[in-house]
């Protein structure tokens, strides 16, 4: 599982692409313990589109496999993981649209989920990117959780605690670990997991009376998502293969500008916190179109000054 | 004297039949009951006492009646109490019983306590219900009984389904509904109306994801949804699990959604078939059997007050109900077996507060979970940028490369070992250093040269590529003639 150091590479000794494997056998470990304990529980579909996904993730890890592989292996876990009942069943008012037909609400929950899930994988290009952004994910998951869910509440410790253990190798140079595909498609099935919950209509979320679901759900993954649509716009421009690995995501331009990976991270991290906050803020004041279009403005201020 | 004689032929008649599937204890009890109700008391008003004295054990039920008034079922018939004047009249059934109710098969070894009742109240005197008719189910689900008009009458065609043990049995725009319920060896969440033209129940289909189960919940209806909670799910053999959760069933778009978490003080407490709730002016009073406690639920403003149960309603077994503001109960002597009837105004209950609380977690908890979070990232953030800059620190020196996690330098011999000596000390006098250029048959003007040459060009590229000096050249300082080379303090240097 050593990551061979190449051209595109950042690192200059030996890493393992370890994390992700690692991650998992924490995250079962701790599901076994709160599940004995009854306090956890996840829906067992759920539960199985995560293993298939660290297999997939292992898989990819020690045999690279084709991208054409691996899309058709994200779409049967994400098929499995609809299984669970949690999709996207409702646009929650945008476009005017509230209860989606259920063949629509599967084709769009299944949809998002590869984004999702491929997002997260796109960014873990430079140290601790995917996971700082992902303990954002989960910490503000958390509270949301802690409001409504008893069972699922303790699955955010538990992969955050995963995380930061990691994140400690992450950063160092003589034990380095990477993220690997296990780990960065593990997150992002677990984050498209609660994106489900948090946008299927039965769900209590907290900030309804604060903000649109599916706006705060955007917002809260901002970052991957600008970057992969910008990333596959720029490609298809350029008449390449959308899925070719390069260096044109946004945190290489960080990296070009001379900023090491730790202080990119964290630039982007505050980042996107800052697009949350000033989203959450907005639309207490501000209708939902007026709060987007100041988003917008908000965000292209932001490409200037940080990433152009 | 041919009245006594066919009063005395039907009670004989009705405890051979008792016999068969009551106890010994109770059918004495029963027995008891009936011979004192062989009194006609049609014409005699009975006070609060006598009608405790005669309801001996357990089989009898309060239910509600128009106006001020109340009924107590018996088996033989009924009181019509007063909730004002506190004064009964009993009336004898103008039909015998169903047969079913003495054939009850539930854990209970009598029949009308097992009953779940509901009155069915509507403002419209046109509608199907009015505030005189009570529906008794029978446990399970399935039969359906009337009690209007001084009788008891079986209302449905259906059978005695026993899918529906201790569901939701409660009434929305004059329709009957019974919602989950225990029933061949697993929790249902299932909603079933009663059809009164065909005398069935019907399966509605819902939408939205359901609880698991419902068993024994907390319900009451508001606007166009049913709200639930505190109630047990059980799956297929399994130990039944408290669900902590509020949910909502909308009965218009029959869809479910799920409310939030309910605060463990109140869920924590242990449900059993025995708890009671009223709904009064919009909120749920709640008796918990396992404890003196009375809880007052709140959902609109999400407030949850504990009171005092001092008016025993914990002693009643699930045998009370609230009449204009006052909670009709009877409490139970365990020492002979007999009931009170005693009333409780409720407008002095907030003298009895113990504690009010939020009832279900909301967003000052979801505001303090992200202040912990962001403070548990703030220091993730810290000890990864002390662990990082440890880390910035840190160079490896090979035979021919200088490098560290992100970027490497290649060095000449002469510089592989220069550098070579700052692994194993971080200041080297100057001619320890001019000793490894020296050479046979050269100056030490020469060596000088090299060292200098070796050192600029090391710093030059080591600056280019990690954007600091390497090696400081500084005076020594007990004798400020010397010269020393010092690593940079920013730098460690390893070597692999």
Known sequence: ?308 | MIRLLFVLFCFLAFSQEEKRIVSEKVQEGLKKVVLAELIPLNQKALSNEEVSRRLIGDDFLIVNGPGNYFNILTKSGYFLGNSKTKVFNFFRYKNPLPSEFLSLQTSATTSLQALVPLTVSSESQRSQFNQRRVYLLYPGGGLLYEFFNGSINRVDSSFAQRNQYAGAFFSYKNQLYLLGGYGFWKTKSILTKFNFNSGDWEYIQTKGVAPDGISNPIFTMKENSLYLFDFFERPQNQSPIKNPNLYSLNMETLTWKKGGLINPSFIGEKNTSGDRFFNINGNVLVNKMESPRVFEIDLDNNKIKKYADNFLLYKSGGKSIVKNGIIISSVRNTSNNTNSITYYDLSDIDKSVISEEYFIRGSISFVNYLIGGGIALIIILIFLWLSNDRVSKSYFVSSNSLFNSLNQINLDPDEAKVILLFTKKEIIPNKEILVLFEEKGKTKDFATKRKNKTIESLNKRFKRVFGKNIIVKEKDELDSRLTNYALNNKINLFEK
Not at chain 1, 21 to 29: E, G, I, K, P
Not at chain 1, 135 to 140: G, Q, S, T
Request: charged share 15%; aromatic share 14%.
């Open chain 1, 1 to 308: 599982m050593f990551d061979p150091i190449t051209d595109r590479s950042s690192h200059r000794l030996n890493a393992t692409r370890s994390g992700g494997l690692a991650m998992f056998f924490t995250f079962c470990v701790c599901y076994g313990v709160g599940k004995a304990t009854g306090l956890i529980d996840i829906n067992l579909y759920a539960l199985l589109c995560f293993c298939l996904i660290a297999l997939i993730g292992v898989g990819d890890d020690l045999f690279n496999l084709k991208y054409r592989e691996k899309f058709f292996l994200q779409v049967f876990a994400g098929i499995v993981l609809l299984q669970s009942g949690y999709m996207i069943d409702s646009f929650h008012g945008i476009f005017g649209i509230e209860a989606l037909p259920y063949a629509v609400s599967v084709a769009i929950s299944l949809f998002v989920f590869i984004v999702v899930v491929n997002s997260l994988n796109l960014i873990d290009g430079i140290d601790g990117l995917a996971s700082l952004l992902s303990l954002k994910f989960f910490f503000v998951m958390g509270a949301i959780l802690s409001v409504s869910s008893k069972e699922m509440e303790l699955v955010v410790p538990a992969v955050a605690g995963a995380l930061v253990g990691f994140l400690a190798y992450n950063f160092n140079p003589n034990k380095k670990v990477f993220l690997g595909d296990t780990g960065s498609l593990l997150l992002g099935s677990v984050m498209a997991f609660f994106i489900f919950y948090t946008l299927k209509s039965s769900s209590f979320i907290v900030t309804d009376g604060y903000m649109s679901r599916p706006l705060f759900v955007i917002l809260l993954l901002i970052y991957p998502l600008a970057d992969t649509l910008r990333a596959f716009v720029i490609r298809v421009y350029k008449k390449q293969s959308p899925f070719v690995a390069d260096r044109i995501h946004l945190h290489h331009r960080l990296l070009n500008k001379g900023i090491s990976h730790w202080r990119a991270s964290v630039t982007i991290l505050i980042s996107s916190i800052s697009v949350l906050l000033v989203g959450f803020l907005l639309s207490q004041v501000f209708p939902l179109e007026v709060t987007v279009m100041i988003l917008f403005v908000y965000l292209s201020i932001l490409y200037y000054t940080v990433f152009k």
